[in-house]
């Protein structure tokens, strides 16, 4: 039977949930191998041997929202809140530009202080003073709110849905509903945005079939970046105490997450080089994956945006992560792309695509 899903990865014919099951299942460390170079086959076909870089400013950690695993849900009363003001935010773009980002990614919590005008307001300044390409993080809004986001110049936009398992989903998120999260990732592409989402790997009570399902949605999606990152337990959520989601399986995701989308754009998490921070970006690099998003939030805010503990890379300041990472991908020899790292599935649409 795997001799024959294999097959189906050479052939390039589609694979079923159940062959996905059944990769997902390995465990012989041959086969893995071998399920990882064919992703880093299909990585090389589709999405070539550039590294994209991302520059992540995180500029606020208010959330109305109480999602269970998240360390700063507004149930986390222990948790130190800030938020980066329009003029700190245009200056931390600033620093990613002059360090060669050629996108930013603006992510904060559910933070309803910055209003759609505010909103739009810092879109057109970044717009007007660098030449960057912008990715909104910021969670649930309105249609007509990422209309005009849309509109003042954001290119792209984050929201994962973290298990297409319905069940799951709704014990995860007391306050979101499953339908209107893939309802948003719909009217984003409708919108004309570059549209991301993703999972989470190892959350409790996932099953192999809930990943299969996961890594078909992405498909079904038509994503053009889909971040796999593992569970990490927060002691200040309703989660505490449970394990934390593996670095191989996450690796396993990430590879099959490349086979089935193919030209997707898939980061090597933060979240993995947490848990394995000698090799996990360049490994999940290697069977897969191909972007990083190094992190330019003034240090003084980056340890508060603890989504989970430990997180790597939070003393460091912008210079100091921008010189590590690019060490780490020449490691590997691999060069770093110098243009926005569009989506693959849009270049046709893009004139500046590059
Ligand atoms: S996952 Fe996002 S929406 Fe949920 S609590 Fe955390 S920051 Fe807020």
Redesign the pocket.
């Known amino acids: 039977m795997l001799k024959d899903i294999f097959k189906k990865i050479d052939q390039e014919r589609e694979l079923s949930k159940e062959d996905i099951v059944c990769l997902l299942a390995l465990k012989d460390e041959q086969e893995l191998a071998r399920l990882y170079d064919r992703a880093d086959t299909v990585r090389q076909k589709y999405v070539g041997d550039e590294v994209h870089l991302r520059g992540l400013i995180e500029f606020s950690?208010y959330?109305?929202?109480?999602?269970n695993?998240?360390?700063?849900?507004?149930g986390n009363r222990k948790l130190q809140r800030y938020r980066m003001s329009a003029e700190e935010i245009l200056a931390t773009v600033a620093v990613a530009e002059r360090l060669g980002y050629k996108t930013v990614v603006l992510q904060?919590?559910?933070d309803m202080y910055y209003t759609v005008g505010k909103l739009v307001d810092i879109i057109r300044r970044i717009k007007q003073e660098a030449d960057v390409a912008i990715t909104l993080s910021i969670?649930?809004r309105s249609r007509e709110e990422y209309e005009r986001l849309h509109e003042a110049g954001a290119d792209r936009f984050l929201i994962?849905f973290?298990t297409s398992n319905r069940e799951l989903y709704s014990r995860l998120?007391p306050d979101?509903d499953y339908d209107e999260r893939m309802q948003i990732l719909v009217w984003l592409k409708e919108i004309g945005y570059q549209v991301g989402s993703g999972v989470m790997i190892g959350l409790p009570g996932q099953t192999l079939e809930d990943l299969a399902m996961d890594i078909l949605k992405f498909k079904e999606l038509d994503l053009d970046m889909v971040g796999v990152g593992p569970y990490i337990c927060h002691e200040e959520t309703p989660l505490a105490g449970n394990a934390n989601g593996t670095v191989e399986m996450t690796f396993k995701v990430i590879a099959l997450t490349r086979i089935v989308t193919r030209d997707a754009h898939i980061p090597a998490t933060t979240a993995l080089a947490t848990l394995r921070p000698t090799d996990g970006r360049e490994k999940a690099l290697e069977l897969g994956a191909n972007v990083v998003m190094p992190n330019v939030t003034p240090a003084k805010y980056r340890a508060l945006y603890e989504?989970y503990p430990a997180k790597v890379c939070i003393g460091e300041e912008a210079e100091q992560c921008q010189a590590c990472m690019h060490g780490r991908i020449y490691s590997l020899g691999r060069p770093i792309s110098q243009g926005y790292g569009h989506s693959f599935k849009r270049a046709h649409l893009l004139p500046q695509y590059g």
């Open positions: 950690n959330c109305r929202k109480n999602c695993y998240c360390g700063i849900r507004r904060s919590g559910e969670g649930e994962r973290e998120h979101s989504l």
